[in-house]
């Protein structure tokens, strides 16, 4: 059974099992807060939305937003799309987009201002089937995305 189609970028087979050989380790783990500091969970197992959210309202570069996706790869290839094609000044009105959003969830401010080209990095298209496996399962979502990354690569 498909949950959802892969994104098209490059050989996802490959780098799935690059990381899996890896025990899934996050290289960048203080990106994604300190709860990810130790050993264990420094790894995607225990991988959460919080900490993709952590990782967005503090990561304060491009180069730094870049090495936090790729420690997520092959799970954000269309944030990472995104992120690769954004300038300096792409990154900072990102960032102001993202304080804004903030405050629309609050409801501090009426409605979004987030630019649709941004939507894909604020929330990575597989996440969405993890979150709700993750919930159901009762599991971490990085290990509801390795799970569906297992099936629909049939490994």
Not at 68 to 97: H, T, W
Not at 111 to 131: C, G, K, Q, T
Request: charged share 25%.
């Amino acid at each position: 059974m498909i949950l959802t189609r892969l994104p098209p970028y490059g050989n996802v087979a490959k780098r799935f099992r690059r990381h899996a050989s890896n025990d899934w380790h996050i290289g960048h783990y203080k990106l994604f807060g300190t709860d990810l500091h130790n050993d264990i969970a420094s790894q995607i197992w225990d991988f959460s939305i919080e900490h993709y959210v952590f990782f967005l309202d503090n990561v304060g570069s491009l180069e730094d937003l870049l090495k936090g996706l790729d420690d997520l790869d092959p799970f954000v290839d269309d944030a990472i799309a995104v992120a690769r094609n954004m300038s300096e000044a792409g990154f900072a009105d990102f960032k102001l987009a993202l304080a804004h959003e903030h405050r629309c969830s609050s409801g501090e401010e009426p409605e979004s201002r987030m630019p649709v080209v941004f939507n894909d990095l604020v929330l990575p298209i597989l996440f969405i089937p993890a979150m709700l496996l993750a919930d159901k399962a009762a599991v971490s979502m990085g290990t509801a995305l390795i799970r569906i990354m297992e099936t629909e690569l049939g490994l």
